[in-house]
């Protein structure tokens, strides 16, 4: 090959490196661009998905309605679903709807909702209607009313969360609404109330707790019948999820005292099922509660160690070293016993015993035929003496 060739060959590999290299460099630039394009393109998506997702528009109709017992208000009634179902989608950026005439939302004193798919309470809705005193949520899914979820609505005067899910009302709940005269949270699932829930509820003259768990009671316009109301709810609804799983523990201690493996399966899981009640509950007393679910565990391995003490002891026991009667009735009895009590158990546990028991019945085969054997033996030799065996001493099987 010739240099003149060879330098041309040269030439045209360093014009196609710098082509590659000014292609690549082209190529980074591009996808540069292309990144923040995404990165701007996927930001203001998202930024459009949060605001749409934690933003609400309600639809309402405007009306004038009489609430228990006989309150009577102007009010959005909600027409279309609201579905607020996390804690994200609270907020109600606005309502539209067509008002009576005349009137505006400052005329707007009640937000009603029933059956809206709503499971955390509202917000946002003072900004819309300035002058709201009251509230219904009723036949949703809450299950719990905080008083940071009250905080802004400060004005109310009348709140109903009946037929929601709601179990427990705790100390602070209604700390920032003073005002409230009307509270309803009939057909409820309550089972706790705080001692101090109500303290700042001077104004309260009505009160319902119709057909819920700890306690099914109601007061109407009369405030001693109210604050008896408020006494027993403090008394049935303070200790109801402690006799609750009070009288859970008493009928385990009780299954304790006849433990056996054929129900031990059993017991262990309902043990670890009231365990796991007791973790998740809030409330402090259940402090004691878990000390006696301690010493159910402890039985409940003791109960264990002892079963697998005597299947060990009678795995140890040589009962055919000493062919005796009683002995081999005390071995038999304790197979028994075990076996009764593993009845229902794991079956390895029961091959372990049956091949136990077949091993010591062919060593007490085994002896027997060795006994039989020096008997015999010893019957041949006396009658070889002349005997005839009648004064021989035999040996006594007693099998």
């Not at 017991?267 to 878990?290: G, V």
């Not at 002892?306 to 002891?313: A, Q």
């Not at 019957?379 to 005839?388: A, F, P, Q, S, V």
Request: hydrophobic share 35%; net charge positive; glycine share 4%.
């Amino acid at each position: 090959m010739s240099k003149k060739f060879t330098k041309k060959i040269s030439r045209a590999k360093n014009v196609v490196k710098k082509k590659l290299k000014e292609d690549l460099r082209q190529q980074k630039k591009s996808s540069k661009v292309n990144k923040v394009l995404y990165r701007i393109g996927f930001l203001v998506v998202f930024t459009s998905v949060i605001y749409l997702s934690t933003s609400i528009n309600l639809v309402c109709e405007f009306k004038e309605q009489i609430l228990w017992p006989n309150e009577k208000f102007y009010g959005c009634e909600l027409s279309n679903m609201a579905n607020i179902s996390a804690p994200e989608l609270v907020n109600i950026s606005s309502a539209t709807g067509t008002h009576q005439n005349g009137k505006t939302n400052n005329h707007v004193n009640l937000f009603f909702a029933e059956r809206k798919g709503i499971d955390y309470f509202p917000q946002g809705l003072d900004k819309i209607f300035p002058n709201l005193n009251a509230m219904v949520v009723k036949k949703n899914k809450m299950k719990e009313i905080r008083a940071s979820d009250l905080r802004s609505y400060w004005k109310l005067i009348y709140l109903s969360l009946s037929s929601n899910l709601i179990e427990v009302l705790e100390d602070g709940t209604f700390d920032h609404n003073t005002e409230l005269k009307y509270l309803l949270f009939a057909s409820d699932k309550l089972i706790h109330v705080g001692l101090n829930v109500f303290n700042n509820l001077i104004k309260l003259n009505s009160i319902s707790f119709i057909e819920n768990i700890c306690i099914n009671s109601n007061a109407v316009h009369d405030v001693s019948k109210v604050q008896e109301v408020v006494k027993n709810a403090k008394t049935q609804c303070r200790d109801y999820e402690f006799l609750k799983l009070d009288g859970k523990i008493k009928s385990m201690e009780s299954d304790s005292q006849h433990l056996n493996h054929e129900n031990l399966i059993a017991f262990e899981q309902n043990l670890d099922n009231l365990e796991f009640e007791i973790k998740n509950s809030r409330f402090s007393f259940i402090t004691s509660l878990k000390l006696r679910i301690k010493e159910l565990q402890d039985k409940k391995s003791e109960f264990k160690l002892s079963l697998n003490g005597n299947f060990e002891n009678i795995k140890r026991t040589d009962g055919v070293q000493v062919l005796d009667d009683k002995l081999k009735i005390n071995i038999y009895e304790s197979f028994e016993k075990i076996e009764k009590d593993l009845e229902g158990s794991h079956m390895y546990i029961l091959k372990a015993v049956d091949m136990k028991m077949k091993e010591f019945e062919t060593r007490l085969m085994e002896k027997l035929q060795e006994v039989l054997l020096q008997n015999v033996n010893l019957i041949l030799k006396g009658m070889e003496n002349g005997d005839k065996g009648s004064d021989s001493k035999v040996t006594d099987s007693k099998v």
